[in-house]
Every structure is written in C-alpha cells, then in structure tokens.
C-alpha cells in the first residue's frame, strides 16, 4: 500500500468508519486482509487508546485544521512507534487544512518514514493542496442508488422516509438517517412551508427569520437546494430536483418571484452562508432578515 490513501466521499457515507477499519487492520499484530480484534493492537484501537493512532480534525465542524496540530502529530510520525509496528496518522476533513498546514503534512509526505502512513479523508478535493492529493493514493468512494439509500435509511429507522430527505442530504446514508433522528424532517419541512408563503405574500419575515435561526446551521442549504430547485423548473426541467416531495411549494415559488431574481438571492444565500460559518460573531438575525428583505 502506498504511504498515503486520500479517500473522496461526501459526509454521512460511512467513510470515517472505513477510514477507522483501514487504520486498525494496518496496525493489526495478526492480519493483513482484516482486523482480528483478538491481538494488543487491535483492542487498544477498540478502546481508543491505540498510542500509534493519531486522529487530526478540525477542533470544530466547518473551522479549519490547526498547523499546531499537523505539526505534533509529524513530531509522531518521525518517531519509533510505541507498540514497534506501524504508524498511522488519519486526517479528517482534509479540505479544512489551511495552506500552512497542508504544506506540514506534505513535508512528511514527501519522505514518509518507513512505518508510517497516512489516511486522509474529504468531500471533495477541490479546496485541497494539489501537492498533497498527487502524493495520496485516491480512492473514490460511490454512493449506492438513492432508492437503495431510502430502502436501507427506512429499514433502519422502520418508518416511511420520503425521498427528498436522501436528496438533502447528497445520497449519503449515515446523514439521510441521522437527519431524521435529530427532528430535522419536520423543522425543514416547516421552514420551506413557511418559506415559501413568504416569497408569495410576503408576510411575516420575522416569524421565517426566526424559523430560519431555530433550524441551525443546515437550513440555509436547504434554502439553497429549494431555490436552486425553483431555477430548474422556471428553466422548464425537473431533473435532478432535490425537493422532489415538495413540488407543490417549488411551484409557488416559481411562480411569485422572477428567474433573475431566485439566481441573485441564491448567490446572495451561498455568500451568505459561508459568511455566517466563518464569521460567528456576525448578527445572524440581522443578515437573514436584510437577505429575506430583499425578496421585496
Ligand atoms: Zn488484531
């Protein structure tokens, strides 16, 4: 195996758990095809306290990964490892290293002592060093069909899912059926009702800011999704429409407001968002209601 694996997948789709059984299986006394789970190494790993298992990852969801943490984890990997085997240093996230941090990791990727290898793991390597991805081993990770995606998501959660919630949630499994659990079903579908009686009286912009702030950090993607939606049917296509089980708002929508104007706010959305992510001490309130506003 090459010193570094890089795997592309998006978020949900079970890729930290295969990312966590090829690093147990590489530091595993007994196997090489697969963990034994019976050796030291492997029931360390299963405690979580293997010593030659380090896990680097953004302190929080959508920061970016400290320098100061790529170099502790090199400091590691250049040592002699502690049960004398392998080494192996897994980077969630990949994409949230800044520059100075990735060109950490390439220093080590570029000359990898001999034991140690590295598991990288991301959504997509878009915003990725390219000298870091050409050092990695790629491996693609396919999403099964979004109907088996339902079928698994409903079998587990033994209830009827509809199909716009594996949508929302990019195909992946883990996601589609964590968005579920945690009530998100019926705060999305609140908001986008909500939402858009908004967009075609344009009343009450108070009550949908304030649902817009109590549906987290994921709702304005769900905004996105839907006006993205409402461009595909005013173009006249409803292929590849994420609200497939809402068709009824997409269409009020379509109808109340122009094709220029659902293309400026859903640019102005995007920005926004990213905005609000990496800026925490903005106004929330402020910059979702000027946003709502401008549907006026
Ligand atoms: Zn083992």
């Known amino acids: 195996m090459c010193h570094a694996v890089l795997f ?3 978020k949900g789709n079970g890729r930290l758990a295969l990312a966590a059984m090829l690093a ?3 530091l595993c006394e007994n196997s090489v095809t697969e963990p034994c789970s019976i050796c ?3 029931q360390l790993f299963e405690a979580e306290t293997h010593p030659d298992f380090h896990v680097i990852k953004p302190e929080t969801e959508g920061k970016k ?3 100061d943490a790529v170099r502790t984890v090199n400091k590691y990997a250049w040592e002699t490892s502690h049960l004398g085997g392998r080494c192996i240093i897994l980077i969630q996230n990949a994409d949230s290293m800044g520059e100075a941090a990735a060109n950490a990791v390439l220093k080590t990727l570029e000359e990898p002592p001999l034991n140690c290898y590295f598991i990288l793991f991301t959504a997509s390597i878009d915003h990725m060093l390219t000298t870091v991805v050409s050092r990695c081993d790629k491996w693609h990770l396919k999403l099964p069909h979004e109907s088996v995606v339902k079928c698994w998501v409903e079998s587990e ?3 009827s899912v509809p199909l716009q919630v594996i949508r929302i949630n990019r195909g992946a499994p883990l996601a589609a059926k964590a968005f579920v659990e945690r009530g998100s079903l019926a705060l999305h579908e609140e908001l986008i009702t909500e939402f858009s009686a908004y967009v075609a009286l344009k009343q009450n912009l108070f009550i949908v800011t304030k649902k817009l702030i109590k549906s987290g950090s994921d709702a304005l993607q769900w905004l996105s999704f839907l006006l993205l939606d409402v461009m595909k049917l005013q173009l006249g296509t409803t292929e590849g429409i994420v609200h497939s089980d809402s068709m009824i708002l997409v269409e009020q ?5 122009s094709f220029t104007l659902v293309m400026r706010q859903l640019t102005a959305l995007n920005r926004l968002k990213n905005d609000l992510i990496k800026n925490s001490g903005l106004n929330h309130e402020l910059m979702l209601s000027r946003w709502l506003s401008d549907f006026q």
């Open 8 to 10: 592309t997948a998006p």
């Open 24 to 26: 147990k299986t590489l």
């Open 40 to 42: 030291h190494s492997c």
């Open 65 to 67: 990964i400290s320098v």
């Open 157 to 159: 959660l033994f209830e």
């Open 253 to 257: 929508i379509s109808y109340s407001v």
